[in-house]
């Protein structure tokens, strides 16, 4: 089982609706992840696997977790499935 | 339930707008005179903004605007816009942006049920559809309701 964190910048609105689409994903396509939610703050002290976040925040938080994933439409599921396999992908 | 956070006065259909930060205080407008959020609160979805780029434009044309609760939320609610003229907010994979969902939330915990019905709403095309041809507050309120 892996664990993601899921943030944005002021972990509100926008990283709580990316997580819904987020567990959606993972559930109808039974992948062996878990993710929790936060804003950016979370990241310290994040031991997970993966952070999966909105795009333009990706690129500043890129050094900050072993695997970072930037979503450009959270409600695009083909987007965030492709995404999610990449990560799975580096794991086998 | 999102019903519960959408109120008619909460809606305003065909904005016009001269710039993204007019479209973002036309929007919140119906929330502050409802007593749903303070000025402030605007003020700081748009400073926001200023800092950090436009990072609440999640998906295509679709703004959520929204900033941490203590910028001045009073009560959670959700306000809906539509723009009359689609405006850019700066994200080149969502602009230009034509619906403005503003959002305001107490804490994380007692809006999750809400988000999830509007994650359910925003990926409804036909939802979009019928915003674009709705009429009325009332209207779109009736369609929320019947959901």
């Not at chain 1, 943030?7 to 929790?36: H, Y």
């Not at chain 2, 303070?38 to 748009?46: A, M, P, Q």
Request: aromatic share 6%.
């Amino acid at each position: 089982m892996y664990k993601g964190l899921v943030a944005c910048r002021a972990g509100m609105g926008s990283s709580m609706l990316l997580k819904i689409k987020v567990d959606q994903v993972i559930s109808e396509e039974g992948m062996d992840i878990k993710v929790e939610h936060g804003n950016l703050d979370s990241l310290i002290g994040f031991n997970g696997d993966v952070v999966i976040t909105m795009e333009d925040v990706a690129h500043e938080i890129a050094d900050k977790a072993p695997y970072v994933i930037g979503v450009r439409n959270i409600m695009d599921k083909v987007e965030i499935k492709t995404k999610l396999n990449e990560f799975l992908a580096t794991k086998q | 339930m999102l019903k519960n956070m959408i109120s008619e006065e909460l809606i305003v259909l065909n904005v016009e707008a001269s710039d993204w930060k007019d479209a973002v205080r036309k929007a919140a407008c119906p929330l502050v005179n409802q007593g749903k959020i303070k000025e402030s609160y605007v003020d700081g979805i748009i400073r926001a903004v200023h800092e950090i780029g436009p990072y609440f434009v999640l998906t295509k044309h679709v703004a959520l605007a929204h900033s941490r609760p203590e910028d001045g939320v009073i009560e959670g609610a959700i306000g809906i816009a539509t723009l009359k003229t689609p405006i850019e907010f700066g994200n080149e994979d969502n602009d230009p942006v034509k619906y403005i969902f503003t959002l305001s939330a107490i804490d994380n915990n007692a809006h999750l049920s809400a988000l999830s019905d509007l994650a359910g709403l925003l990926e409804q095309q036909e939802f979009y559809e019928f915003l674009d041809k709705a009429k009325s507050a009332e209207e779109v309120m009736n369609y929320i309701n019947a959901m």
